[in-house]
């Protein structure tokens, strides 16, 4: 009889990914997935250690499992993600009802390690950095998501080291994929229905498989006759490079959202964060994006309360965010990263932090309703992405990302259609079908 699990994501779309990837494996040995963890006989945390009490948040998740289920038979709890890598076998030591510990660049170890578990009752952790066996072994399994838009990891990893971030410890390395895996990847995905294909990576725009780069990989899928629509994320401005650059001038597929994140606005923060590039240069990249078309839009993240952040450094941020007028963008207050350059700096008190965050996150949010309030009344091209849980609406994205909702048939779903949007709040936009484009390919 099949077994079922259960995987609970934090974090970042590469967990999303993962996530997926894992179930397309335990398949092999006989799990199905189930969205009540209650009934699950393997119960999965995919962590993330990118900010605020990640480690904390862990135990507390399994504190709060073993409560729940005290009545029933325990599961085979994993944990996996970049806590799983950060900490390893300390989690082992320290929660005896976590079983096993899987690092992100081990999970095509992890059939092996269930298995080995059921037969020798042995907790086990496996967090070496083995990510081309990873790929290797991944690619040999159908990526089977199913999904209009459907994340495709194509690079790992991290070089930059920005003194604040646990990525490059977490996923180590800088890897790219071999780019025929990835094509041979994708066209599994628009095979079974995906109409849009989000390219991943920490830093994405870093890709570079003998030479083959980000900007090859998009060409090569523009070709993909049933592929509507291609994304990419998250990129660093230090690779954003001139031949990427050009590819908006030739793709009619790549989305004309780029999300480039800066972190702040000051060259000082930049230089204290070792970020590796100025506000100039990445203002460059913005003003040869705009001239190559001028409805590309920007979407980033931001870092504020940095150690060494003062006033003038928050308002140059601010100037900055007038100046690019973002969109959809992420703002967070500096979370100290153990094992970071960063740790152990003196942190700005949480009042002022949370006053800043507040003052930086007022102007992205009218950004954001600016954007939208000047789309009422226009039409837009939305692609269908599914039904609303509440089986009402009809959910779909503009070419921006922003969700759009309204009222139509199951038929359009993973078709683009013509909304005419009637109104808005900062993250939706509402409005009525006027005309489908293009036929739905199965
Ligand atoms: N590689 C991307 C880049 O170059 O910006 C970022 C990837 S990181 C997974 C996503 C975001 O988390 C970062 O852009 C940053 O804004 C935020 N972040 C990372 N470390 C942080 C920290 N210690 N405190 C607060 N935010 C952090
Ligand atoms: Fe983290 Fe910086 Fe690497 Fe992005 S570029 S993953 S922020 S170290
Ligand atoms: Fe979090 Fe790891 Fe992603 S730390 S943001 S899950 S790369």
């Not at 597929?253 to 100039?280: C, F």
């Amino acid at each position: 009889m099949s077994q079922k699990i259960f995987i609970k994501t934090f974090g970042c779309q590469m967990n999303e990914y993962d996530s997926n990837r894992i179930y397309d494996t335990v398949k092999k040995i006989g799990f199905i997935k189930t969205d009540q963890y209650e009934d699950a006989d393997c119960y999965i945390l995919n962590t993330c250690h990118i900010r605020d009490k990640a480690k904390e948040k862990v135990y507390h998740e399994i504190g709060r499992l073993k409560k729940n289920l005290r009545f029933k038979i325990k599961p085979l709890v994993i944990v996996a993600g970049c806590v799983a890598q950060a900490e390893n076998e300390e989690i082992l030591k320290r929660e005896p009802y976590i079983d096993l510990v899987i690092g992100p660049q081990a999970y095509h170890k992890i059939n092996d390690t269930i298995l080995n578990y059921k037969i020798r009752k042995r907790k086990q952790e496996e967090t070496e950095f083995d990510v081309i066996t990873k790929f290797e072994y991944l690619s040999k399994i159908k990526n089977q998501t199913k999904k209009i838009s459907s994340f495709l990891t194509i690079q790992e990893g991290c070089d930059k080291f920005c003194n604040f971030c646990v990525v490059p410890y977490t996923r180590g390395p800088e890897y790219s994929r071999p780019f025929d895996q990835i094509l041979e990847e994708a066209k599994q995905l628009v095979d079974s229905g995906s109409k849009e294909i989000i390219l991943l990576g920490q830093n994405v725009n870093a890709y570079d498989f003998e030479g083959l780069r980000l900007s090859n990989l998009i060409l090569e899928l523009e070709k993909f006759s049933n592929l509507k629509r291609i994304r990419y994320m998250t990129s660093h401005p230090k690779d954003m490079t001139n031949d990427l650059i050009e590819v908006y001038k030739s793709s009619k597929k790549l989305m004309p959202l780029v999300h480039l994140p800066i972190q702040s606005g000051s060259d000082k923060v930049l230089k204290l964060m070792n970020r590796k590039h100025t506000v100039k240069t990445y203002l460059e990249i913005f003003s040869k994006l705009k001239k190559i078309n001028p409805e590309i839009k920007f979407s980033s993240d931001f870092i504020v309360s940095y150690p060494g952040e003062d006033e003038n450094d928050l308002n140059d941020t601010l100037k900055l965010i007038d100046e690019v007028k973002f969109i959809n963008s992420f703002s967070f207050i500096f979370s100290p990263r153990p094992g970071t350059v960063a740790s152990d700096l003196p942190i700005i008190n949480k009042k002022k932090s949370l006053e800043k965050l507040e003052i930086i996150q007022q102007k992205l949010f009218n950004n954001q309703i600016k954007m939208n309030e000047s789309l009422e009344n226009k039409i837009i091209n939305v692609l269908v992405e599914n039904r609303m849980d509440n089986k009402s609406k009809l959910f779909g994205r503009s070419e921006y990302m922003t969700s759009v909702l309204f009222n139509g048939s199951d038929d359009l779903i993973g078709k683009i259609v013509k909304v005419r949007i009637q109104n808005c709040n900062r993250n939706t936009l509402f409005g009525e079908i006027v005309e489908q484009l293009n036929e739905k390919v199965a």
